[in-house]
């Protein structure tokens, strides 16, 4: 009789944008009459930028020539986009090479898949809250020990709190984890890191030979200076870091999939080289991001597609500032939406996370993200997106405001 990977079964109820999703429908089924309003999943709404469908369109007719098509990508994708992304990387002083990108279908197919190159046991440090992936892809491996319903914690995770007094960025951990995984600019809260505060993590993870993951999924939307757009900006990153991007929201990639991941090849287990294990996997477990969706990454990196992104992240942000400043017009206490297309704020009336969507939506017709999903240190907390249409957002605040 086969057998299944019970670690599966300690996992908490459905994942949390499943969760969200389907309370939802639940809501729009029985009040057909209401117009619901989506600032809880952050996915874009803005269509693909024009030079990007300009090179979908020229690679479709590529790939319906024989002389020009294309079959199996390279195993660490095109070197057309790689070299576009090392150069991207050169202009902010970080030397990297072809062979350290290795391009995928996104920052979330990679955030769940690099644990395949870690032993079942190494003990996992995270910023609570966070993006549930990290947290659950490490509990289907069983990493994580066992979880706690009442707490909301697992046995074996360092939980790193992001909470007000230490303005939504973490310490480092007392317990030395294995392997780190931040996200900067922060999902949910919208925090930032500065340049000298991440060179700690650097210097602490090279002392402690732990592993950085680090997520730069949205470095696109950060405005301030001390800011930085990649953890390979500090020194001693080469050897203690691996970093991810994804086109999905600064380029509006949700429906067309495509990211990367750099592993440096100083970065060493002992004398084994990441760089060579994720090789390893990438080629035996993933064939390639399509051509035409490499070449529409390329486009991205072009002086008109570098000038769309910009327009792109300039409306989202707009956005954010629309909820910021009404949600603070409205007595709410709120961070994030400076270096971040999300806004966090505090539940009001010590209303739960999860009460609060339920008052939301039925109050305001307004749909979004309970903190508690995102880790124990989420609960009274709440994220809205900055990725709706300028109309909803907009109206969606008005509602809110009057409730």
Not at 198 to 213: P, S
């Amino acid at each position: 009789m086969f057998r299944i990977n019970e670690n599966y079964l300690k996992l908490p109820g459905s994942y949390l944008f499943s969760t969200v999703g389907k309370k939802a429908r639940a809501f729009m089924e029985a009040n057909p009459d209401k117009k619901v309003i989506r600032l809880g999943i952050g996915d874009v709404t803005l269509p693909l930028s024009k030079s990007v469908i300009t090179a979908l369109h020229s690679a479709v007719d590529e790939m319906g020539d024989a002389k020009t098509f294309k079959g199996y990508a390279p195993d660490l994708g095109y070197e057309f986009l790689r070299s576009a992304i090392r150069q991207e990387y050169a202009s902010r002083g970080a030397d990297i090479a072809i062979d350290e990108i290795f391009i995928s279908d996104g920052a979330k197919s990679d955030c769940g898949n690099i644990g395949d190159i870690f032993a079942d046991d190494v003990k996992i440090a995270v910023c609570d809250p966070v993006y549930p992936v990290y947290v659950d892809t490490n509990a289907m491996s069983g990493r994580t020990g066992d979880y706690d319903q009442a707490s909301g914690r697992w046995s074996r995770v360092i939980y790193m709190p992001c909470v007000a007094e230490n303005n939504f960025s973490p310490s480092l951990p007392s317990e030395v984890p294995d392997v780190i995984y931040l996200c900067f600019p922060n999902n949910p809260t919208g925090s930032a890191i500065t340049k000298d505060e991440l060179q700690k993590w650097v210097d602490y993870a090279n002392e402690k030979k732990a592993l950085i993951i680090y997520d730069a999924a949205y470095e696109a939307y950060i405005s301030e200076e001390n800011v930085p757009h990649s953890i390979y900006e500090c020194d001693g990153a080469y050897t203690c870091a691996i970093e991810m991007r994804s086109f999905s929201k600064n380029a509006g990639f949700t429906g067309t999939r495509l990211g990367f991941t750099v592993i440096p090849k100083a970065l060493k287990a002992g004398d084994v080289a990441l760089n060579s294990l994720w090789a390893r996997r990438h080629g035996t477990k993933f064939n390639g991001a399509p051509y035409i969706i490499q070449k529409a990454g390329e486009a991205v990196y072009s002086a008109e597609g570098k000038k769309e992104v910009k327009e792109m992240v300039g409306f989202y942000m707009n956005n954010a500032r629309i909820i910021r400043e009404g949600l603070v017009s409205a007595g709410y206490t709120v961070s994030g939406g400076v270096n971040a297309p999300y806004i966090w704020l505090k539940t009001p009336g010590n209303m739960s996370s999860w009460e609060f969507f339920d008052y939301l939506l039925e109050k305001a017709n307004v749909i979004g993200t309970p903190g508690s999903g995102f880790g124990p240190s989420g609960e009274g907390y709440f994220r809205l997106t900055a990725f709706g249409t300028l109309e909803n957002t907009v109206e969606a605040i008005e509602r809110i405001k009057k409730m």
